[in-house]
């Protein structure tokens, strides 16, 4: 069956960098738009960001910009999410979400496949 996995979350201090992993089994990720979201406690899923195969295009939300890059290694079927100088308002569970056709990068419900989550915490 078609899974996400994530991992790569811990505890990092701010200003610290994490590398968070997105590995599939069961389908290839260079055919779908693979989309990273958080969830802090008591808010909402927000997107964080995107990266569209087709053309490889690349989304982020203002709050991670120059600080979060998103990446995917089609050899190894992972996508990647590279986090530096990290804030303590980016704590939360990350999730990965695969997509078939983009509609809205941002936009939960669009996305059909979900992993399960890793925790990143920022604090001192």
């Known amino acids: 069956q078609e899974k996400l996995v994530e991992s790569g979350g811990g505890l990092v201090q701010p200003g610290g960098s994490l590398r968070l992993s997105c590995a599939a089994s069961?389908?290839?990720?260079?055919?779908?738009?693979i989309g990273w979201f958080r969830q802090a406690p008591g808010k909402g899923r927000e997107g964080v960001s995107c990266?569209?195969?087709?053309?490889?295009?690349?989304y982020y939300a203002d709050s991670v910009k120059g600080r979060f890059t998103i990446s995917m290694d089609t050899g190894k079927n992972i996508v990647y999410l590279q986090m530096t100088n990290l804030k303590p308002e980016d704590t939360a569970v990350y999730y990965c979400?695969?997509?078939?056709?983009?509609?809205?990068?941002?936009?939960?419900?669009?996305?059909?496949?979900w992993g399960q989550g890793t925790q990143v915490t920022v604090s001192s």
């Open positions: 990266i569209v195969t087709t053309d490889n295009s690349t």
């Open positions: 069961g389908f290839s990720l260079d055919h779908y738009s």
């Open positions: 979400a695969a997509d078939r056709r983009l509609v809205s990068w941002d936009i939960p419900d669009d996305f059909d496949e």
